[in-house]
C-alpha cells in the first residue's frame, strides 16, 4: 500500500478520501487554493500545500503545481477524486513519468472513455449496447440527414469531447437537423476546444441507469450493481438511488454481469461507472466515467464495500478485495445533493453559513466538507453536501430521507434543501414513476410555488 497520497480535490470529496486514507494507515496531504485556507480537509490532513489563487486553472488545475508538491512532501501516490483533474489522460501520464502512482485508470483508458465517439466504439467491441447513431464524428448536413433518416427521429446531436449538456441538440425532424448540428458544434468548440459531434437516436421517456464496476487491471473486474440518476436538472444529477426501482434482480444481473465482463476484458484498472439510458426495458450506452462518482455512497451503502479503499487496493497491486459471488445487495439507498443555491432560481448562494446542523441516526451519512463559521466560496461549485439514507426497503429509506430532511439546519445561505422536501412529498417520487424529464417539468410547473 501507498505510504502517503496526496489529495488533488478538495471540499466534501477531499476529505472523504482524507477519512479512507487514515483507516488505511496512510499519510495524507491536502493541496489547496488561498480561497481554501480554511477548508476542513486542510485541517485535518497531515501536511498540506498551497499550490495557487482561487481560480481553478491556477490552482486545482494546474499540473505542476501538484507534482511540485508531491516532490516536496514525498507523496508517492494521488488521488483526484472527482472533476478537476481526475479524467485527465495528461496528468496520469506524467505522475508515471515522475514515479508517482495515479490512483485510478491508465491514461489509456481514460483517453478512450474520454472521447465519446471512441467510448462507443469500445463499448460496442466489449458487447455493451449501444444507443443506434452514426459511427463516427459528422459534420456534414447531407451525412447527418442519412443518419438520422436511417436510425429516425428524433435524434440527439452531442459533443464527442464533452458532457453536462454542452453541445447537445435535438431535432425532430429533418427541418430542425441543419440548425442543430451548427449550433451543437459551435457550442462544443467554444466549450471543449474540440466541435466534433455525433448523432444518436433520441429516447423520449427515458431513465438514466449507471453500473459501477471496478478492475483490477490484471483481467479481473466486478459490478456492485446500478444507481438510478434520473433526477436531473439541465442534465446534472440531483437525486440518486441503489437499487433503482426500475429494474428487476434478472435485468440487474444481466447489465451487471455485461459491465464486469467488459472491464475485465478490457484490463481496466480501478472504479469506474459505465452510464445507460434505459427505455422498454432496453439499455442504450452513454458513456463510461473512469472515476469516483458525486454519487458513490449509496453503492457503498448497499454492498458495505468502500469504494475509496477499493481503489487503493487495485493502485497499490493489491487486487479486488471480493469476488462477484461475495457481493450482496443490501436494502435501498438514496443521495440529495445539497448545494448552495436559490431553489427557486438555481442561482449560487456564496457566503457564510452561520448555522450548521447534521441529521443523524441509524441509516443516515452525511458527507460534506463545510461547518458553522464556513465560508463558501465562489469560485467553484455549489456542492454543500450529500445526504445519503439507507433501510432495508425503499420504503423505509423514503420514510428515513423524510425524516433526515427535516433535520438538516444550513443558516446564512441559500441551499436546494426545500426542493428535498418538496420532493420526498411527491407521489410520483415515492412509487419511482420518474424519468429524466420528470424534474424538469415538474420545476417548470410549479415555478410560481417556490
Given at each position: 500500500?501507498?505510504?502517503?497520497?496526496?489529495?488533488?480535490?478538495?471540499?466534501?470529496?477531499?476529505?472523504?478520501?482524507?477519512r479512507a486514507c487514515k483507516e488505511l494507515g496512510i499519510a495524507t496531504v491536502a493541496v489547496h487554493s488561498t480561497a481554501d485556507d480554511e477548508a476542513m480537509h486542510v485541517r485535518l490532513a497531515d501536511e498540506s500545500?498551497?499550490?495557487?489563487?482561487?481560480?481553478?486553472?491556477?490552482?486545482?488545475?494546474?499540473?505542476?503545481?501538484?507534482?511540485?508538491?508531491?516532490?516536496?512532501?514525498?507523496?508517492?501516490?494521488?488521488?483526484?477524486?472527482?472533476?478537476?483533474?481526475?479524467?485527465?489522460?495528461?496528468?496520469?501520464?506524467?505522475?508515471?513519468?515522475?514515479?508517482?502512482?495515479?490512483?485510478?485508470?491508465?491514461?489509456?483508458?481514460?483517453?478512450?472513455?474520454?472521447?465519446?465517439?471512441?467510448?462507443?466504439?469500445?463499448?460496442?467491441?466489449?458487447?455493451?449496447?449501444?444507443?443506434?447513431?452514426?459511427?463516427?464524428?459528422?459534420?456534414?448536413?447531407?451525412?447527418?440527414?442519412?443518419?438520422?433518416?436511417?436510425?429516425?427521429?428524433?435524434?440527439?446531436?452531442?459533443?464527442?469531447?464533452?458532457?453536462?449538456?454542452?453541445?447537445?441538440?435535438?431535432?425532430?425532424?429533418?427541418?430542425?437537423?441543419?440548425?442543430?448540428?451548427?449550433?451543437?458544434?459551435?457550442?462544443?468548440?467554444?466549450?471543449?476546444?474540440?466541435?466534433?459531434?455525433?448523432?444518436?437516436?433520441?429516447?423520449?421517456?427515458?431513465?438514466?441507469?449507471?453500473?459501477?464496476?471496478?478492475?483490477?487491471?490484471?483481467?479481473?473486474?466486478?459490478?456492485?450493481?446500478?444507481?438510478?440518476?434520473?433526477?436531473?436538472?439541465?442534465?446534472?444529477?440531483?437525486?440518486?438511488?441503489?437499487?433503482?426501482?426500475?429494474?428487476?434482480?434478472?435485468?440487474?444481473?444481466?447489465?451487471?454481469?455485461?459491465?464486469?465482463?467488459?472491464?475485465?476484458?478490457?484490463?481496466?484498472?480501478?472504479?469506474?461507472?459505465?452510464?445507460?439510458?434505459?427505455?422498454?426495458?432496453?439499455?442504450?450506452?452513454?458513456?463510461?466515467?473512469?472515476?469516483?462518482?458525486?454519487?458513490?455512497?449509496?453503492?457503498?451503502?448497499?454492498?458495505?464495500?468502500?469504494?475509496?479503499?477499493?481503489?487503493?487496493?487495485?493502485?497499490?497491486?493489491?487486487?479486488?478485495?471480493?469476488?462477484?459471488?461475495?457481493?450482496?445487495?443490501?436494502?435501498?439507498?438514496?443521495?440529495?445533493?445539497?448545494?448552495?443555491?436559490?431553489?427557486?432560481?438555481?442561482?449560487?448562494?456564496?457566503?457564510?453559513?452561520?448555522?450548521?446542523?447534521?441529521?443523524?441516526?441509524?441509516?443516515?451519512?452525511?458527507?460534506?466538507?463545510?461547518?458553522?463559521?464556513?465560508?463558501?466560496?465562489?469560485?467553484?461549485?455549489?456542492?454543500?453536501?450529500?445526504?445519503?439514507?439507507?433501510?432495508?426497503?425503499?420504503?423505509?429509506?423514503?420514510?428515513?430521507?423524510?425524516?433526515?430532511?427535516?433535520?438538516?439546519?444550513?443558516?446564512?445561505?441559500?441551499?436546494?434543501l426545500p426542493l428535498f422536501l418538496d420532493l420526498v412529498e411527491n407521489p410520483d417520487i415515492a412509487n419511482g414513476d420518474y424519468d429524466i424529464h420528470w424534474l424538469e417539468k415538474y420545476l417548470a410547473a410549479h415555478?410560481?410555488?417556490?
Amino acid at each position: 500500500m501507498f505510504n502517503k497520497v496526496l489529495i488533488a480535490n478538495r471540499g466534501e470529496i477531499a476529505l472523504r478520501i482524507l477519512r479512507a486514507c487514515k483507516e488505511l494507515g496512510i499519510a495524507t496531504v491536502a493541496v489547496h487554493s488561498t480561497a481554501d485556507d480554511e477548508a476542513m480537509h486542510v485541517r485535518l490532513a497531515d501536511e498540506s500545500v498551497c499550490i495557487g489563487p482561487p481560480p481553478s486553472r491556477d490552482s486545482y488545475l494546474n499540473i505542476h503545481q501538484i507534482v511540485a508538491a508531491c516532490e516536496i512532501t514525498g507523496a508517492d501516490a494521488v488521488h483526484p477524486g472527482y472533476g478537476f483533474l481526475s479524467e485527465n489522460a495528461k496528468f496520469a501520464e506524467i505522475l508515471e513519468a515522475h514515479n508517482i502512482n495515479f490512483i485510478g485508470p491508465t491514461a489509456h483508458h481514460i483517453s478512450i472513455m474520454g472521447d465519446k465517439i471512441e467510448a462507443k466504439r469500445t463499448a460496442a467491441k466489449f458487447g455493451i449496447p449501444v444507443v443506434p447513431g452514426s459511427d463516427g464524428g459528422v459534420t456534414d448536413p447531407v451525412e447527418a440527414k442519412r443518419i438520422a433518416a436511417e436510425i429516425g427521429y428524433p435524434v440527439i446531436i452531442k459533443a464527442a469531447a464533452g458532457g453536462g449538456g454542452r453541445g447537445m441538440k435535438v431535432a425532430r425532424s429533418e427541418a430542425d437537423l441543419s440548425v442543430a448540428l451548427d449550433t451543437a458544434r459551435t457550442e462544443a468548440g467554444a466549450a471543449f476546444g474540440n466541435d466534433a459531434v455525433y448523432i444518436e437516436k433520441f429516447l423520449d421517456k427515458p431513465r438514466h441507469i449507471e453500473v459501477q464496476v471496478v478492475g483490477d487491471g490484471r483481467g479481473k473486474g466486478i459490478h456492485l450493481g446500478e444507481r438510478d440518476c434520473s433526477l436531473q436538472r439541465r442534465h446534472q444529477k440531483v437525486w440518486e438511488e441503489a437499487t433503482s426501482p426500475a429494474l428487476n434482480d434478472a435485468e440487474r444481473e444481466r447489465i451487471g454481469m455485461i459491465c464486469a465482463n467488459a472491464v475485465a476484458e478490457m484490463g481496466y484498472r480501478g472504479a469506474g461507472t459505465i452510464e445507460f439510458l434505459y427505455e422498454d426495458g432496453a439499455f442504450y450506452f452513454i458513456e463510461m466515467n473512469t472515476r469516483l462518482q458525486v454519487e458513490h455512497p449509496v453503492t457503498e451503502a448497499i454492498t458495505g464495500i468502500d469504494l475509496v479503499h477499493e481503489q487503493m487496493r487495485v493502485a497499490s497491486g493489491a487486487g479486488l478485495s471480493a469476488t462477484q459471488e461475495q457481493i450482496v445487495f443490501n436494502g435501498h439507498a438514496i443521495e440529495c445533493r445539497i448545494n448552495a443555491e436559490d431553489p427557486r432560481t438555481f442561482m449560487p448562494s456564496p457566503g457564510v453559513i452561520t448555522h450548521y446542523h447534521t441529521p443523524g441516526g441509524l441509516g443516515v451519512r452525511v458527507d460534506s466538507g463545510v461547518y458553522a463559521g464556513y465560508s463558501i466560496p465562489p469560485y467553484y461549485d455549489s456542492l454543500i453536501g450529500k445526504l445519503i439514507v439507507h433501510g432495508r426497503n425503499r420504503v423505509e429509506c423514503m420514510m428515513r430521507l423524510r425524516r433526515a430532511l427535516g433535520e438538516f439546519v444550513i443558516d446564512g445561505i441559500s441551499s436546494t434543501l426545500p426542493l428535498f422536501l418538496d420532493l420526498v412529498e411527491n407521489p410520483d417520487i415515492a412509487n419511482g414513476d420518474y424519468d429524466i424529464h420528470w424534474l424538469e417539468k415538474y420545476l417548470a410547473a410549479h415555478k410560481d410555488e417556490r
